[in-house]
């Protein structure tokens, strides 16, 4: 009998507070950079190796500001070392204009940044700047992952690559599952429109979803090939329905189901490979 070949180990993110939700929603919400670097810690312990970062101001609110991204990252970096990437979001939230978004990334230089296509290149018109800010994020090693709430933008991201406006052979990409649905809650089968037999196949790509089928969401992608980011910032509740106590809570779920399958958890190190491939 022929061996059984393994399936690639797979990266699994945390997103552990977005920008919208607060301690109201869940009490163990980071928000400060002292909670975020203990969410990290705690995190990277149960399995993630990355952690998607959002900071806030002083009463709470979403934030792009270098100064405070420079603080988050130093605090969680003390904390988990190389051992989790650290990912910088640059997320609009109806309160920034693409140059604002593309100046706070230019002036961090973080590890990786995700970037919602619609929001960086909203029309044609915002095109040739979005693939300038992809050829800066090259030349200065920042992973950039492109965040598709729909087929329609996995094509039209396909297109910019064959006109010759993304610099990355390799493209790392988010693929969002039910966000604009009347519930907001993801199913597995919602991640099967993003890879049907006609639709363009990215190399390193990542599956979120929202509410309590997250979980077995993720896992579906991860049978798929693709990676796995779980967290606060979609979800709060653990496949069983109940509410998790934490972010770790989630990971160690993701981590369960993926591991099941048969398959092993990529570390931070592979993680970073394997966009370098």
Not at 97 to 117: K, Y
Not at 232 to 241: A, D, K, M, S
């Amino acid at each position: 009998m022929d061996p059984i070949e393994p399936l690639n180990p797979v990266a699994i993110a945390v997103a552990p507070n977005g920008g919208r939700r607060t301690k109201s929603d869940h009490p163990a919400l980071p928000m400060t950079v002292v909670e975020l670097a203990a969410t990290a810690s705690g995190c990277a312990e149960a399995g993630a190796s990355m952690i998607h970062l959002h900071v806030r101001d002083k009463e709470g609110r979403h934030l792009l500001d270098a100064d405070a991204y420079r603080q988050a990252l130093a605090s969680v970096r003390t904390a988990v070392g190389d051992r989790m990437v650290i990912q910088i979001t640059s997320e609009a939230l109806g309160i920034y204009e693409p140059e604002e978004q593309m100046r706070v990334v230019r002036d961090v230089r973080p590890e990786a940044v995700s970037l919602a296509l619609r929001e960086l290149a909203p029309d044609e018109a915002h095109e040739p700047s979005f693939g300038t800010f992809l050829d800066w994020l090259r030349k200065e090693g920042v992973t950039p992952q492109i965040i598709l709430y729909s087929p329609e933008e996995v094509l039209r991201l396909a297109a910019l690559q064959k006109r010759g406006l993304i610099p990355f052979e390799n493209l790392p990409v988010l693929y969002v599952l039910g966000r604009y649905t009347a519930t907001q809650t993801s199913r597995p089968d919602d991640l099967l429109p993003f890879l049907g037999a006609n639709m363009p196949v990215f190399g390193h790509w990542m599956t979120c979803a929202f509410g309590r089928h997250e979980t077995a969401c993720v896992a579906a992608g991860a049978l798929l090939g693709g990676h796995a980011r779980v967290g606060f910032e979609n979800n709060l509740f653990l496949p069983n329905g109940e509410q998790a106590s934490a972010n770790e809570d989630l990971v160690a779920a993701a981590r369960q189901a993926i591991s099941a399958c048969g398959m092993a958890i990529a570390d931070a190190d592979a993680l970073r490979a394997s966009w370098n491939r």
